[in-house]
């Protein structure tokens, strides 16, 4: 039985991933987790959902985050995010965030002047170490000033970070990588 919120667990290159809803679209999203506990206490931390079946729009989330993280070009912008409770700079900053396409990449201070704050990089990475909907909200496109991880809240930290961005062949500077002409390159990143 589908209901109008709840939460559900599904599998993807990374590993087990969540997802929660309510009646005005996806609340959190969860990356892979230690363990099956710790990512229920994630996605739930702020949704207070049950588990439950999904329904169509959230089958059709899942299928284009699995996607993407299997290495597929995918523009996540049009799953729709309920933000009501947020702040006004992080929804400013998840916006842009989530303008960033597949493959590329921004600084923390890229994103702090194009929501008009020029100097809150500090402030754009906490509210992205807040980010509820990491992969939707793309927090891993972000990077510190000379192409440095900065930090990624995700269990496995910025390890993780470059794995999602390997997937997506991005690049770190503008210099070719060893990587940019092998398509097998997507498969060779290691799994969990």
Same mark, same amino acid.
């Given at each position: 039985?589908?209901?109008?919120?709840?939460?559900?667990?599904?599998?993807?290159?990374?590993?087990?991933?969540?997802?929660?809803?309510?009646?005005?679209?996806?609340?959190?999203?969860?990356?892979?987790?230690?363990?099956?506990?710790?990512?229920?206490?994630?996605?739930?931390?702020?949704?207070?959902?049950?588990?439950?079946?999904?329904?169509? $729009?959230?089958?059709?989330?899942?299928?284009?985050?699995?996607?993407?993280?299997?290495?597929?070009?995918?523009?996540?912008?049009?799953?729709?995010?309920?933000?009501?409770?947020?702040?006004?700079?992080?929804?400013? /900053?998840?916006? /842009?965030?989530?303008?960033?396409? +597949?493959?590329?990449?921004?600084?923390?201070?890229?994103?702090?002047?194009?929501?008009?704050?020029?100097?809150?990089?500090?402030?754009?990475?906490?509210?992205?170490?807040?980010?509820?909907?990491?992969?939707? /909200? +793309?927090?891993?496109?972000?990077?510190?000033?000379?192409?440095?991880?900065?930090? $990624?809240?995700?269990?496995?930290?910025?390890?993780?970070?470059?794995?999602?961005?390997?997937?997506?062949?991005?690049?770190?500077?503008?210099? +070719?990588?060893?990587?940019?002409?092998?398509?097998?390159?997507?498969?060779?990143?290691?799994?969990?």
């Amino acid at each position: 039985m589908q209901t109008s919120s709840g939460y559900h667990l599904f599998a993807t290159e990374l590993g087990t991933c969540g997802i929660a809803w309510g009646s005005d679209g996806i609340v959190a999203t969860a990356l892979p987790e230690r363990d099956a506990a710790a990512l229920v206490e994630r996605l739930t931390r702020k949704s207070g959902t049950e588990v439950a079946e999904p329904p169509a $729009f959230v089958v059709q989330a899942i299928a284009e985050i699995r996607a993407l993280i299997a290495g597929e070009k995918r523009d996540l912008r049009d799953i729709e995010l309920d933000m009501r409770g947020l702040e006004a700079f992080e929804v400013a /900053v998840y916006r /842009v965030t989530r303008a960033i396409p +597949p493959g590329e990449t921004l600084t923390y201070g890229e994103v702090a002047r194009a929501i008009g704050e020029p100097g809150a990089s500090r402030a754009v990475g906490r509210a992205l170490g807040a980010n509820p909907f990491p992969i939707i /909200v +793309p927090c891993h496109r972000v990077l510190a000033a000379g192409g440095k991880a900065g930090g $990624f809240s995700a269990d496995g930290g910025v390890e993780t970070k470059f794995r999602l961005l390997a997937i997506e062949r991005a690049r770190r500077g503008a210099a +070719p990588t060893l990587f940019d002409d092998d398509p097998a390159f997507v498969l060779k990143a290691p799994r969990r």
